[in-house]
């Protein structure tokens, strides 16, 4: 019924089995994420996406009737919902190799990520971690030991590292195409929490998150602020040597930054700012990017993430976008449909799921394919020194 | 460890336990969609997406060989494997009904659509079916009888009514802020086939994408056409009552449409038209629409699928997004992330697979949470029509 | 006061002398355009801006008293103000070739274009003309004649192809860039008309707009879709062979077109189409243009006129803008501000009125630096037949 | 020859009277901007585009004999052109009221207007000059005396002040429609300085604008970064109280600043950011500002002139554009053009030509239509206060 010369198992318009052969999924545990967790979800979505992991248990809620509620929910073997870290470690652990989870999706609230995470990489398990990556720079700094003395793989899921665009900006930064870089400007604007202090916002709850015992010692920088700070550094490949800030918590009876713009200076007259705010009334999720070279520039915005800018002085401005020959092998590897069929925030978090699995398989990843805990290092220093230099007179703090 | 005044399980930003809490998954079963097929790939990641299925088996490959090694890949039982369609039909309805294949996904190429669907529903399975639906209009119009027999739901994927802003659009126009809709004007435009006509490309096998024999009567139309025309009917609750066309082969030794303009006829005094192309160099997925009422229009673009544009003569330009309360309950339901957070084609096909299979599990759906058996028999007369208009000499076919 | 090393002369970022050298002005008349005319004012604008012409006289107005009150306020001499054009004709041929004027902007209603133009160049004074060029085929080839004999310059304003934008599509395309045409694509969509019929608008008296006295046999496609083709013909340098038209009057009680979709056909298996409404709800002057060819493509967009985009299988989509070494001697002799100041329409018809200065004076002007009369024929040519496409049932029509 | 029933002065879609009856020319002479004079060409374009003045006479070069070759060009009279200021001001006030100049522009480079305006005040005339409006501080609270002093009009080109939409902007703030202003964040980005810094620029003389000697203390700040603050300034309504900058000279032999970033403190809590660079390579000049109030935000930026976006955290994004009657007077007094017909740069310096010819003619003007010598002194402090902080090594200056 079908003509001879065309073999049916070819009759596909790309050979995509390089980018999506599949093995044996490998297992994975999540801690928090039940019941109404965003977060949660948006783990496990990516987890499915790139189709290399399993869920198979966790704690998924600090009430555990809740946390079985949730396995039940998701049709999961409710045994290996547990009741806490430890009985989830000891059960786990317990079990044959080929049976036990193998890696772990930290996606609690801040305060718990540096608990959990050493526990976990201490006991075996490879993490993936929400950030900010902890509460404190010293947590930090331990943790990093822990992750290098346990040869496991340890992730950070600054998400927006996964775009296959700005992977393309790694890559293109790297190639020399931009000279010497000159100036960096990095914003990041949402609008929401001015619903809470408006007293506009019916989600009564949302209060906790300008608590400083539960979120740290920053809101805005802490949450958002830090993904530009990743971001700026990712993508230049530069590190930020000192930083002064100017914080602005907007309303009196708010203990924590809302807002806030941070002067950064580089090596060898390098300077840079990011600028950031949770009462931007109107923004979404605005995560823009602008690096300024010598011979030409690269502008990237997250809410249309396909598309990346190159100038120069003397040539027309270049669209980058995904699915072209023309870009790195990085940025292609991080992405699947043909062009101009639109992956998004998912299929970035799927990605960074992805170079994780590759790790722990033991293949090798592109330089950047994950975040690693050494950039959680680098995020809680940001977040401690903008408070930091804000707190004592908008001054210079080194990074 | 943590305040007391907050209970661990609420901190999370937006309760979406109700956008996704999950069931017992579906079994799902496919055809086509082996090693290297771009469109299986893609419709296994929209089930995973909205995790309401487990693909359980199927028959992946023509090369029954072939077939098991994808099996392999990813994982899954290679019993489940079967050689050909009937084997499939038979092993599995021998099954208990808690193990059995519920229902099945149709990615081969167009022609072995009718039958595969045909069998497939009378055997007792549900459907999800690539377009085009059928090769003719007499297997759409047999299918469609098939599907009312027996009871079990069919779903096309006209992926793009999956996004969100597409189901606003149809939302505000039910609505009537549009008034009466005046004119219409839809386009598809892609330039790939470029490669192949003008010989740069490496792919040879892509020819196949040419011959009537495997794709049908129209190249461009059927393709990429019948999309625009999908999303004409499905947004303005219109249906087309003629067409006039005029096609074109572009180059003399091609014997299908790569390009083509059809005039449409609505009823009332309402024109519009559809442009569409696979040679528009440089074009990626440039699918369109504009609808334009006596009181407000309404404007879209499947690479921004995010925005979604009302204009007036005198109101400023409203922009509409995802997650908002302005949107309509359905838009919002199509959804999951935060404003601003894209998500893209994936998540559209997956809010396919998750009104079907609401529907297979017999709960409410939205009008127009998938496309229908109906929607298919539209699409095919809309091809052969268009054909017809041309080679008769640009004439008005009643559709 | 200044450092010696530096000519104050010499201080400015661009010598811009061969821009805008002026020389002696050339007086200017005008018929119509008198107290509160729009178009008139655009055309003085425009003469202006150039500062090649200094508007002296004319017939401003049917109302010979409120003409001269129009000259007054304009601060003319009233004595060149006229009560018809015989009498212009008559007084100012009477005068010293130095003292009388030399060239006469027509901005009247279409129906009187054609008696205007014809004896304004038998008496000896160049013409520039508002489009559509005359009320029927016949005048415009009689124009044709005319224009011929007289040795004069004849400009008609089709002030679109006055960007530099516009002007730089033309140059690539002629460069051989996109190699072999596939496709044309154009558009001008307005929404002002809904106001009319809508009964929505307090002018009443624009309903003169609608009626064939006055406007001639269409209204969308002679006041509007006329530039859309112009824009074809100009950018591609392809002719049209033949059209097919597909109209809509929209409301019972309007006899002419607000909306119309024309198929286009080139030589040598090249189509393409042209849409046009002014019942476009919400648009303002959305007139865009794509032109595919089998290497690379060019997009327009009048609202946006100072972005350019060439869009190619392989490589990034770049943008064009004005005031770059990498345009072409034409582009950029249609802009003078650096890049990154935007010009518009003024300065676009000022380009127009610019080039026609040039041929008065007998200086080399670039290929379309203004619309001809044969621009202008064809325009004429294309509205007709586009009208009897339709009256004849949408059937093909050679131009 | 046309139906009786309409008159044929009325057929004109809009009636524009009110927007541009004209009266007699002010005589306005120029200081600087002869040939080849980028900035004087644009000013004189300005005043031919409002149509209410006539360029008379000035000194247009420091080289005489070339001051009049430019007089000859323009088709002035040669005795209006004279070798210096003060021979200007002895002839021009010795002629009859009637015929003497009675405005003057001041185009000189930025050393000489301090001098030059303060004589032409005292001497009688008023004055549009270019910005920066003098070299130190001091001198603009000499001048703001002056003027105060001199009962005549004193405009200073802050030309993006001019756009409709940005006047818009300043009255959308002014209405309350954003609640309390909560942030502001400005930028103003061009990249043409790196072809004189990396020696890719054949224009040798561009290094003059790196001189303090004739540019002043700042090079980023005093030519772009000021038009931030004051389009910071006007559009808000606010003062800034203090700045904090980090500035850059990019090269180790550049003595003035190339690029920075001020921090920006407002009364009340509020907080901002002017962040600048004339070394953002393939930046044309793209000056950006968005003001986020508690209720609503407006963006707008200056590459797309006619496009003004209003967010909010509850409704879709607005776009506002020219000429539509959900606009303010002010904005719309400034636009002839139906809306879609984009005016640009000219059409804005006109308008504050415009606004200074109602002044002068001692009719009443809009707030901001034009600036004033106030917002000179704010400019002057701006720039001044700026320099200081960085110098002093990153502290906040009053201002």
Redo the contacts between chains.
């Keep these: 019924?079908?003509?001879s010369e065309?073999?049916?198992?070819?009759?596909?318009?790309?050979?995509?089995?390089s980018k999506?052969?599949?093995?044996?999924?490998i297992k994975l545990g999540m801690m928090?994420g039940?019941?109404?967790?965003?977060?949660g979800?948006?783990h496990?979505?990516a987890s499915?996406?790139c189709?290399d992991y399993q869920l198979v248990g966790g704690v998924f809620?600090?009430?555990f009737e809740?946390g079985k509620e949730f396995a039940q929910?998701?049709?999961l073997d409710v045994n290996r919902c547990y009741a806490t870290l430890d009985s989830f470690i000891e059960a786990e652990t317990a079990l044959p190799k080929t049976e036990r989870i193998e890696a772990v999706s930290i996606v609690?609230?801040n305060?718990?990520h540096y608990?959990f995470a050493s526990k976990l990489l201490k006991a075996g398990f490879h993490v993936i971690c929400e950030k900010p990556m902890t509460f404190t720079i010293d947590e930090a700094l331990e943790l990093q030991k822990v992750v290098k003395e346990s040869n496991l793989s340890f992730a950070l899921t600054h998400t927006y590292t996964g775009y296959p665009m700005v992977r393309q900006m790694k890559e293109i930064v790297k190639s020399g195409a931009?000279?010497k870089i000159?100036?960096v400007?990095a914003?990041y604007?949402?609008?929401?929490i001015?619903?809470i202090i408006?007293g506009?916002d019916s989600?009564i709850?949302?209060i906790?998150?300008l608590?400083p015992?539960?979120v740290g010692v920053s809101s805005c920088m802490g949450d958002i602020g830090v993904h530009a700070f990743n971001l700026v550094e990712f993508t230049t490949g530069l590190q930020i040597e000192k930083v002064?800030s100017?914080l602005?918590?907007?309303?009196?009876d708010i203990q924590l930054d809302l807002?806030?713009?941070v002067?950064l200076?580089f090596p060898d007259?390098v300077?840079g700012?990011i600028?950031s705010?949770q009462?931007?009334?109107?923004?979404?999720?605005?995560l823009s990017i602008?690096i300024?070279?010598?011979?030409?520039?690269l502008k990237w915005s997250?809410?249309?993430?396909?598309f990346l800018y190159?100038?120069?002085?003397?040539?027309?401005?270049?669209?980058?976008?995904p699915?072209?020959?023309?870009n790195s092998q990085f940025a292609e590897a991080s992405h699947?449909?043909?062009?101009?069929?639109?992956?998004?925030?998912?299929?970035a978090l799927g990605n960074i799921y992805k170079g994780t699995a590759k790790a722990i398989r033991g293949e090798e990843v592109f330089e950047g394919e994950f975040p690693t805990v050494e950039e959680g290092v680098r995020g809680m220093k940001f977040i401690h020194k903008v408070v930091e230099s804000h707190k004592e007179g908008?001054i210079?703090k080194e990074l």
């Design positions: 019924m079908i003509d065309y073999n049916l198992s070819s009759l596909f318009i790309i050979p995509l089995s999506y052969k599949n093995m044996q999924k928090g039940g019941i109404g967790a965003f977060i979800d948006a496990r979505r499915r996406i189709n809620d600090i009430d809740r929910q998701q049709d609690t609230p305060m718990l608990e931009l000279g000159q100036r400007d914003q604007y949402q609008g929401w001015n619903s408006h506009t989600r709850t949302g906790w998150r608590d015992k539960v002064l100017d602005n918590s907007v309303n009196d807002d806030g713009t002067l200076r007259k300077n700012v600028r705010s009462v931007a009334a109107g923004e979404e999720n605005n602008a300024y070279g010598s011979k030409a520039s997250q809410e249309e993430p396909n190159l100038l120069s002085d003397s040539e027309p401005t270049k669209i980058y976008k699915a072209h020959a023309y699947v449909m043909p062009s101009g069929h639109p992956e998004g925030i998912y299929e908008n210079w």
